[in-house]
């Protein structure tokens, strides 16, 4: 098993351009989300889904855009890039079932994103 | 408010001596607690997690933690740190509902001197 993917590692962007990073996973697992890392502020939730076709917003979700058509993808999107959106960002998996968020989430190894 | 708090934003030890890396929770309901850890450049791995039975839980890499209701805290720690136990490390706690979601402290950096 690959686990969880993500790609770009790297990506410059200029304030306004748009972009969608990428993550799957082959783990068949319910649900997925997206962090966003920066120092001091530890991991902060910006989008979630507990299964294909279901998504919801976490706690800094604005400007983010996520899709959920398949179990394996979930990717998050950038509609116009600001400066503030520069940041660490990971994606992760978990089996959810009925032991909520007591499973391990699996982490991807994160995509490194710097706005101009 | 649902929220993780790590006092402590860096830490120094000696290679060889103990560690105690703090934890302090706010959570409504019964609370799973995790700690995650995170090598330089790379996405996280779970240490251990607690959500029922005995308070002490066992980990890998030599890690445990203590979950203590009274006091809303889960503390890691470590008889003896290896140098390659250098990375920065995350609490999170999360609930009994299906969402799934997982709050995250601010994170501690742990430093190793030789």
């Known amino acids: 098993n690959a686990g969880v993917t993500q790609t770009p590692k790297f990506q410059v962007l200029k304030t306004g351009q748009s972009m969608t990073l990428q993550c799957a996973q082959d783990m068949n697992h319910e649900y997925m989300s997206w962090y966003r890392q920066d120092p001091g502020m530890g991991l902060r939730l910006i989008h979630y889904?507990?299964?294909?076709?279901?998504?919801d917003q976490g706690e800094v979700p604005n400007g983010y855009n996520v899709s959920r058509s398949t179990t394996e993808d979930f990717p998050l999107r950038l509609l116009s890039a600001a400066p503030s959106q520069t940041s660490v960002y990971f994606c992760?998996?978990?089996?959810?079932?009925?032991?909520?968020?007591?499973?391990?989430?699996?982490f991807g190894p994160g995509t490194r994103l710097t706005v101009l | 408010a649902q929220s993780v708090t790590q006092p402590d934003i860096h830490i120094t030890v000696s290679e060889g001596a103990s560690l105690e890396l703090r934890c302090n929770y706010s959570y409504g309901a019964t609370p799973y607690l995790f700690w995650y850890v995170q090598s330089p450049g790379q996405g996280l791995q779970l240490l251990l997690k607690?959500?029922?039975?005995?308070?002490l839980v066992q980990g890998i890499k030599g890690f445990e933690a203590e979950f203590k209701r009274s006091q809303s805290s889960f503390n890691l720690r470590k008889p003896s740190v290896h140098w390659s136990d250098a990375a920065e490390y995350f609490c999170a706690v999360g609930g009994s509902s299906n969402t799934g979601k997982l709050i995250f402290g601010q994170g501690t950096t742990l430093q190793v001197k030789p």
């Open positions: 992760a998996s978990s089996y959810l079932k009925a032991s909520g968020s007591r499973n391990e989430q699996f």
């Open positions: 889904s507990v299964g294909a076709g279901i998504t």
């Open positions: 607690y959500f029922s039975g005995d308070t």
